[in-house]
């Protein structure tokens, strides 16, 4: 121990420069966490972050719908080179580059995402395409919890960005937010942006039922591996500025094939949705 950090000359200091030399000369531990890094971040300890991603894994393998279970193991389970090498990929691009740099929020309070204004938008709009996915599966911006475990404050927003980008896969893909729709979107992502809770999200799909699987592997999956490897990443698309494009235009740009109807096939297979997605990422 520092000859200014042993007992007798701690005991000489005033409360509060002793507890600051008391907590700066031990290790980061469960009950010496350091400052957060930005509002709402929690530091972990190596053996937290790793309990937390077993956890959250086995719990949404178990039950698909638990959004918030996903949500968790997005980030506990994205190793930090992962995540950097997504930052590069989106240095490398301009329109990456201005998102890094405005870090815009997607969120019904945003007025070019209100739905007013996206109602106003021609009608093959993304926009329009947008609001019209949002209104039938009945969800929500706005329920997408913030970044919590995630230590840079950058590559946080980069998994923010992610979450709340999550919708608009779902309207440019066509897929709906059952499990069956939401394993064949994580395919997609796992595909397209390499993320390792997308790649482990599609695990749930031993849990659909018999023709669903199978509709999976012959359909949902050969094409999430396509469209996904082919697409522009996503990342990197400035969504907030293309709402008034065509959508079926931008889907040619960025390389976006459209997702066979699920509901369509359903009803050829004569199924019947009774389930309800998480419509997390």
């Given at each position: ?73 997005g980030e506990t ?11 590069n990929t989106m ?122 699987r199978a509709r ?66």
């Amino acid at each position: 121990m520092p000859p200014s950090t042993t007992p007798r000359n701690l005991l000489k200091l005033p409360p509060s420069i002793r507890l600051s030399t008391l907590t700066s000369s031990h290790p980061f531990s469960v009950l010496n966490r350091p400052p957060p890094n930005y509002p709402g971040h929690v530091p972990l300890t190596t053996f937290e972050r790793a309990s937390l991603a077993v956890g959250s894994a086995i719990g949404s393998l178990l039950n698909p719908r638990r959004g918030d279970l996903i949500a968790l193991l997005g980030e506990t389970s994205s190793p930090t080179p992962y995540l950097s090498s997504l930052r590069n990929t989106m240095l490398s691009s301009p329109t990456g580059r201005r998102i890094l740099r405005d870090r815009p929020r997607i969120a019904s309070s945003t007025t070019c995402l209100s739905p007013s204004h996206l109602l106003s938008l021609p009608p093959n709009s993304l926009g329009r395409t947008y609001a019209a996915w949002l209104a039938s599966e009945h969800v929500s911006p706005d329920t997408r919890a913030p970044v919590r475990y995630i230590a840079d404050p950058e590559l946080a927003y980069i998994v923010q960005r992610y979450r709340e980008c999550h919708d608009f896969y779902h309207a440019v893909t066509g897929l709906p937010v059952w499990v069956e729709g939401e394993v064949a979107l994580k395919a997609f992502e796992a595909a397209n942006l390499g993320m390792p809770m997308a790649g482990l999200a599609v695990g749930a799909v031993w849990r659909l039922k018999p023709k669903a699987r199978a509709r999976f592997w012959s359909m949902y999956g050969p094409w999430a591996v396509r469209s996904g490897w082919r697409a522009e990443c996503l990342l990197n698309v400035y969504w907030e500025e293309c709402l008034g494009v065509d959508v079926d235009v931008l889907r040619r740009e960025w390389g976006i094939e459209k997702a066979p109807d699920l509901r369509v096939e359903r009803r050829r297979g004569k199924e019947v949705s009774v389930e309800g997605g998480a419509g997390a990422a």
